[in-house]
T-cell receptor
């Protein structure tokens, strides 16, 4: 079975902490994504990676960075966590080619910054 | 911004067909229509996608109008487990970043006993 695994289901961090959210996929997918989901705003793309060490900014990259050192792992980093980064974070992966393919999502990490 | 318009909510009786509409009047010739759903507290799940022909799989059917400006997702026999938010997404036929999924607010489908 296809799998995208996020390291934590729930996380509580303090303001100013550096936070790492980890995502691992076992499908050998080239594309990996980080979204955040907030009530009334839907899913918004933070960052995207289409290959190892490659990344592109999504719609709301401010306050975040990412790391893709290995194909299967895509990390989202909150450099200095703030309360407005309290949210549900979703990782996804998909194949890379000039066609159409489904994206597979992890279960999400609900982050609370206090 | 999302390129689709969906009603914010719909109800359906258990065992009946659920028909979820989506407008995508600005769709271009090489863009596909995708449907995902998100059950409470889970990540989104792929349902189906299509270009211009109607499509059917084990989960649902997708009906796309001839002018491709709208589509309907059909769940033929809705169950309580189909209660979820359903997202209609228009996505280009590209690899890399141009193939990103842009989610709108979706339709919250409530299946009632």
């Amino acid at each position: 079975d296809v799998k995208v695994t996020q390291s934590s289901r729930y996380l509580v961090k303090r303001t100013g902490e550096k936070v790492f959210l980890e995502c691992v996929q076992d499908m050998d997918h080239e594309n990996m994504f980080w979204y955040r989901q907030d009530p009334g705003l839907g899913l918004r793309l933070i960052y995207f990676s289409y290959d190892v060490k490659m990344k592109e900014k999504g719609d709301i990259p401010e306050g975040y960075s990412v790391s893709r050192e290995k194909k299967e792992r895509f990390s989202l980093i909150l450099e200095s966590a703030s309360t407005n980064q309290t949210s549900m974070y979703l990782c996804a992966s998909s194949l890379y080619y000039r066609g159409n393919t489904e994206a597979f999502f992890g279960q999400g990490t609900r982050l609370t910054v206090v | 911004d999302a390129k689709t318009t969906q009603p914010p909510s719909m109800d359906c009786a258990e065992g009946r067909a659920a028909n979820l509409p989506c407008n995508h009047s600005t769709i271009s010739g090489n863009e596909y229509v995708y449907w995902y759903r998100q059950i409470h507290s889970q990540g989104p799940q792929y349902i189906i996608h299509g270009l211009k022909n109607n499509e059917t799989n084990e989960m649902a059917s997708l009906i796309i109008t001839e002018d491709r400006k709208s589509s309907t997702l059909i769940l033929p026999h809705a169950t309580l487990r189909d209660t979820a938010v359903y997202y209609c997404i228009v996505r280009g036929n590209y690899g890399g970043s141009q193939g990103n999924l842009i989610f709108g607010k979706g339709t919250k489908l409530s299946v009632k006993p």
